[in-house]
Structures are given as C-alpha cells and as structure tokens.
C-alpha cells in the first residue's frame, strides 16, 4: 500500500467516472447512498445516544458503500445488505476512528466558542438560540475557524476506512496515512471540489432557473430526480479517488 500522487488533471476525472461507475448499478449504487444517510438520520434521533452512536457507524457505513462500489466495478453481483459489510472489516478500528473524529470534530466546535461564545457550538449540537444571536457577527469568524479547523481533520478521515477496512491498518496509523495522502494530492482535491461546484451545483441550478423560467412545474419535477443522481454519483466518485490514491487490496471482498 503507498499512497499515489497524482496529477491535477485526475481530479476533474474523478466526478465522470463516479457517474459512469453509477450507470452500471444505478439501483444499487442509489440504495447504498441513500441508505447510509437515512440509517445515520434514523439513529442520530434517538435522544442523548443517537449522533455520538451515528458518529461511530459513519466509517463502518461508509466502508459498506465502498464495498458496494468496489463490488460493482469488479463486475461482481451483490446484494442491498453490503451496505452492513463494514461490520465484517475490522470494525474495532473503524468504531475508534469514528470516536476521534468525533472528538476532534467537538475539540473544533469547542475552540469556536473563543470567537463567538458558542453560538455556534448551540447551532450544530441542535440546540435553539435567540434571532438576535443567529445574526450575531461573531459568527463568520466562527465559521471560518471552524472551517480552516476542520479541513484537517476531514483530511485524515477521509481515506481511514478503506485503510483500517482493506488493508487492516490500526485506526491512528490509517488517520495518518489518510491525512498524508490528501496532503500529497491537494491538487486534485482542489479540482475534484470545484468539479462539485460547477457540476453538482452551478450547472444544475442555472439549468433549473432557466426552466423555471418558462415552466415552474417542469423545474420542480426536474428538481426531484436531480438528488437521486447526484448523490450516489458523488459517493461512487469517492470510491474512485480511493481507487486511484491507493489502488485495492489483492484480496476478496467480505461477502
């Protein structure tokens, strides 16, 4: 396992293939996304457990719908219950990386509370604060620290449970290759971004605006299926990134 630098050109690549690996099992592909999200949504509601419980699962989750994409691109048939094939890849370790995620993510929003007396630590923990408090202008200065904080610790979850899942890395050392790799490849990362932007958000919302335009209804039934392509073409694309960073383990996946 060594971590590739790649060009900066593979970035722009990543979001096509993700969509072209999506046109190959887009019934699958969309229930792995979308049932990722509603079990995290599903369990973060359980009151006083349920979000740092939902923190935990978030790698054991997401190793399942990169199993469910590594299975497609292999050309091998599975079925929806990959999704819970993280449980199977050295869970131990992907539940500790979803604690110190989870920690450093709270250590971020504790550190905001410098700027803003933690407005926005009450605003992301789900409590209610006052209006006069939600326009409070300490709060761009919150949010940019909190940003500039947690691109770092995103950079090191990123690939840690594909590291701790397959190829059995204990969680810190995968935390680190994890943050080393997307250091190395800031440049497609920045491209990837940007290809988010302009083709996840800028060119679907100028194509809606201009059907509005002629036919609100036609905008607003387009806008329904718009999110069922998106999202799990976004989450195939991090498959492919994964692919293409460290490549894949040599043995067979978890059935």
């Excluded at 099992?25 to 349920?50: H, K, W």
């Excluded at 909190?146 to 610790?153: E, F, G």
């Excluded at 080393?180 to 988010?196: D, H, K, Q, S, V």
Aim: some cysteine; charged content about 10%; glycine content about 10%.
């Amino acid at each position: 396992m060594q971590a590739q630098q790649l060009p900066t050109h593979r970035g722009w690549s990543w979001l096509k293939e993700g969509f072209a690996l999506w046109r190959r099992s887009p019934a699958l592909l969309t229930f792995l996304a979308f049932g990722y999200l509603l079990v995290l949504v599903l369990v973060s509601v359980v009151p006083f457990i349920g979000q740092p419980v939902a923190s935990l699962m978030m790698p054991i989750l997401s190793l399942g719908v990169l199993n469910g994409c590594r299975a497609v691109d292999n050309g091998r048939k599975v079925g929806p219950d990959i999704l819970f094939s993280g449980f199977k890849g050295n869970a131990q370790a992907l539940l500790t990386i979803g604690g110190l995620y989870l920690g450093a993510s709270l250590l971020v929003l504790m550190l905001t509370t410098l700027i803003d007396g933690g407005i926005l630590l009450k605003v992301m923990t789900g409590n209610r604060v006052e209006d006069s408090a939600s326009a409070d202008p300490r709060i761009t200065g919150a949010l940019l620290l909190a940003i500039a904080l947690s691109t770092p610790v995103m950079m090191a979850y990123w690939f840690a449970p594909i590291l701790a899942g397959w190829w059995k890395l204990p969680p810190t050392k995968a935390l680190f290759f994890s943050f080393y790799a997307c250091l190395r490849n800031w440049r497609p990362f920045l491209a990837f971004g940007i290809a988010l932007m302009v083709f996840g958000a800028l060119i679907p919302g100028i194509l809606l605006g201009v059907i509005g335009l002629i036919s609100p209804s036609l905008a607003g039934m387009l806008s329904i299926p718009l999110p069922l392509i998106m999202i799990p073409v976004v989450f195939a694309s991090f498959y492919i990134n994964a692919r293409d960073v460290f490549g894949l383990p040599p043995d067979v996946l978890p059935r």
